[in-house]
């Protein structure tokens, strides 16, 4: 899709670049054939957006990249070229990196980069030799303290990687019936007006603000939703808070240029507006339990666990046919 990471780039008020970065990994994610303009995009924004984030936020995308099976190769090696405490998930575990990239990383780096590479379990026979080459060369600097240190590194990132991972198995298997009900109150009349008016003028950043408003949740939810270039989020949030279908069509059409020519029309009428409402329920469960004042509370009292801010390719049932207001 044309320009489909190009939108992230527009300077917008309230958008941490840390934001920026996970928002560009999550829609690279998204794509199950991405095009080799996706790619060249991708390539271009994930550098410049990496180098100006932090470092936690670099380690969360790489581990995320580690798990995409395709990744541009010229990404591949800047990541490889990261420090090890950065590069390792990803030099352990991507499937992406050819075979070439691989040698070119074993020439251009040193001893910890080898060992991570050393770690995955779909080695050649050609990047096999190339190892056994790196470790004769630096046999004579390494030390038993040094290898101790790059494993143990290792392990941890490796630890964290499974904590996360259960942590959000945990978070999928939650039972709805234990979630506290979330009703999700339609839009007034001020805010669809509001989110017409700011769409004209181009103002993005008072969109995230009255969409917060609407959806009584933090801003960091909102711009979240409006970070999805695709547009889905957006036109489910539209749909779920009973904006008027014309409405809501032009503040697509507007914020994401790439849906005219018919292609808003298309996205609406491929959610279901229930769907779409229960879907903008849980987010802003999640909302509540990371941004608010804690879990939200279940009928008898107890917290409730948080459902999880989701991303799907497909939007079953049909649209809603709604009177333009």
């Given at each position: 899709m044309a320009d489909r990471f190009r939108e992230l780039e527009r300077p917008?008020?309230?958008?941490?670049?840390?934001?920026?970065?996970?928002?560009?990994v999550s829609s690279f994610e998204s794509l199950r054939f991405p095009s080799r303009s996706d790619l060249v995009q991708f390539g271009e924004l994930?550098?410049?957006?990496?180098?100006?984030?932090?470092?936690?936020?670099?380690?969360?995308?790489?581990?995320?990249?580690?798990?995409?099976?395709q990744v541009p190769q010229e990404t591949a090696l800047f990541i490889a070229h990261q420090p090890i405490g950065i590069a390792a998930i990803f030099l352990m575990g991507s499937k992406a990196i050819t075979d070439r990239t691989l040698l070119d990383i074993l020439r251009a780096t040193g001893p910890d980069h080898a060992r991570a590479i050393?770690?995955?379990?779909?080695?050649s026979p050609a990047v096999i030799e190339a190892l056994v080459g790196t470790h004769q060369k630096h046999a004579s600097r390494r030390t038993g303290e040094d290898r101790a240190e790059a494993l143990r590194e290792a392990a941890r990132l490796e630890r964290e990687e499974e904590i996360r991972a259960e942590l959000r198995a945990l978070v999928r298997a939650a039972t709805p019936a234990?979630?506290?009900?979330?009703?999700?109150?339609?839009?007034?009349?001020?805010?669809?007006a509001l989110f017409v008016r700011f769409a004209r003028s181009g103002d993005v950043g008072m969109i995230a603000v009255t969409l917060a408003d609407a959806l009584a949740s933090s801003q960091w939810l909102s711009?979240?939703?409006l970070l999805d270039v695709s547009g889905r989020q957006l036109g489910e949030t539209l749909l779920a808070l009973g904006v008027a279908e014309a409405d809501g069509l032009f503040v697509l059409r507007t914020i994401y240029p790439h849906l005219a020519e018919g292609r808003a029309e298309t996205l609406i009428a491929s959610l279901d507006p229930a769907e779409a409402t229960r879907r903008v329920e849980s987010w802003q469960r999640a909302d509540r339990y990371t941004n608010g004042d804690g879990l939200p509370k279940a009928a008898n009292g107890d917290a409730a666990?948080?459902?999880?801010?989701?991303?799907?390719?497909?939007?079953p049932g049909p649209g809603r046919q709604s009177a333009a207001g």
């Open positions: 917008q008020a309230g958008r941490p670049k840390d934001i920026v970065l996970m928002a560009t994930f550098e410049q957006l990496y180098a100006a984030s932090s470092d936690e936020a670099r380690r969360q995308a790489v581990a995320a990249l580690s798990r995409c099976p050393g770690r995955r379990d779909d080695l234990a979630e506290a009900p979330v009703r999700l109150v339609p839009a007034s009349e001020i805010h669809q711009e979240r939703i666990p948080a459902g999880g801010l989701e991303h799907r390719d497909a939007f």
